[in-house]
């Protein structure tokens, strides 16, 4: 890999870090005000909701300068949205800034590796990405498990650091500085050469583009399974972060803190997929990883018959693992038919529109399961098959898009 790859991975990490970190500090402020329990995964909803609403201008935007620049910009609205938090902003509207910040970083990290690399290298440089980002939701979770825990933050509050009253906030500043080192590697990426589109000011324009690249992409035989396969998967993802702490504090009796570090587990499964994903699965064979996305749903409803701490640490990295191995080989191809068919940057928004609106309804509707009272354990049962069930049928799409290509081939081979 190119010199500047690793820089791309730096300033992912510790992008990626301080938000996980952050995500676990506010769930515990919102609980310190008392909010009710179902504005937990509305924290992700609110931090979601850019990526959908700008989706149609972000990858414009992402391909009208240098990378480096936009993810440098994004960066500084992260921030800004960090500082809020530390002000005393609620905590769902200052993750929603970041949440901004995050939209518009998105095309441009995802953006640069089509522009930087071969397109034979993506798989493997998804599996890097992939696993370093996991990596950073695992330090990320951790980091901010342990902050709050008590003894931790009365440590922080005795450290005197300048403005930083509480310990949420000495947390909060912490947090930021990660965003600043991440805003530093940003700097010292380097500019890959392509050519830059000037950014259209009409926004209609904008919507009526980002509507056509949405419809070429889902209309493309495989550009439809692996961008489903991903909307999918970072729906179930996002829904299971908050699953995972909900099951751990019903059926392990762990509290808020050890139950982040268990969902770090599962990011250390996912890592350990997407490396070997990496390793093993090549661009051309990566649909056929998608039974993987079956067995991963019904392996999380048996999370509903487990007691014992250290069985379900066993089963968070087997859960973690298959999905991981199934979505890196996807990510990579999606990013590839949509490099071909429109652009890094534009391909990529479609993505995030995609999947972060799956990421809204998937948590919209866990937050009402959860509002109307209906058991942690029917949830998951509810989720492992809904998931399950999802796969099998971009399994069997798949499968007849292939009998499509097949028997189209047949018929020009006989008009010959």
């Known amino acids: 890999m190119p010199h500047g790859f690793y820089i791309i991975m730096a300033a992912q990490f510790f992008s990626a870090l301080a938000d996980n970190a952050l995500l676990i500090i506010a769930i515990a402020m919102l609980r310190d005000m008392a909010a009710p329990s179902e504005f937990e995964p509305l924290l992700k909803l609110f931090f979601t909701l850019s990526y959908v609403l ?28 960090c500082l809020l938090l530390f002000l005393g902003s609620h905590p769902l509207f200052a993750y929603a800034v970041i949440g901004l910040g995050a939209a ?5 990290k995802y953006g640069i590796l089509t522009e930087y690399l ?11 990405i992939e696993g370093l980002t996991v990596g950073a939701i695992i330090t990320g979770t951790v980091l901010g498990g342990l902050m709050i825990r008590d003894d931790v933050a009365t440590g922080l509050a005795a450290l005197g650091i300048p403005l930083a009253h509480t310990p ?8 930021g500085t990660l965003y600043l080192l991440a805003a530093a590697f940003n700097v010292y990426i380097p500019d890959t050469g392509v050519d830059h589109k000037p950014l259209k000011r009409n926004p209609l324009y904008l919507i009526h583009d980002f509507n056509h690249c949405l419809r070429l992409l889902w209309r493309d035989k495989l550009g439809q399974i692996s961008l489903a396969v991903t909307t ?12 995972v702490i909900k099951w751990a504090e019903h059926n392990l009796g762990l509290n808020l803190s050890q139950a982040s570090m268990l969902q770090g587990v599962v990011a250390l499964g996912v890592a350990t997929g997407s490396v070997l994903a990496a390793r093993y699965i090549s661009l051309r064979r ?9 067995a991963m749903g019904l392996v999380v409803m048996t999370m509903i018959g487990v007691t014992e701490a250290w069985i379900a640490m066993a089963l968070m990295v087997v859960i973690g693992g298959l999905a991981g191995f199934f979505v890196v080989p996807m990510n990579a191809l999606l990013q590839h038919r949509g490099h071909i068919l429109m652009g890094a940057g534009h391909s990529i928004a479609v993505q995030n529109f995609n999947e972060n609106l799956s ?4 948590t919209g509707t866990y937050a009402l399961l959860i509002m ?4 942690i354990n029917m949830v998951i049962l509810l989720f492992g098959a809904f998931v399950a069930a999802s796969m099998l049928l971009v399994k069997r799409r798949h499968e007849a898009n292939q009998r499509d290509f097949d028997d189209v081939a047949l018929l020009e081979d006989r008009t010959h």
């Open 118 to 128: 071969p397109h034979r290298l993506l798989v493997v440089a998804n599996g890097w």
């Open 372 to 375: 109307s009272g209906l058991s």
């Open 168 to 175: 949420f906030a000495a947390a909060v500043l912490l947090v």
């Open 359 to 362: 990421i809204l309804v998937m």
């Open 232 to 243: 999918l998967f970072w729906g179930a993802g996002a829904t299971l972060q908050f699953i």
């Open 286 to 294: 990566s649909v056929q990883v998608i039974p993987l996305g079956i």
């Open 54 to 81: 700008l989706a149609a201008f972000v990858g414009a935007f992402a391909d009208c300068m240098p990378k480096w620049r936009v993810m440098l910009i994004s960066n500084t609205i992260k921030i800004g949205g």
């Open 104 to 108: 518009a970083y998105s095309p441009a």
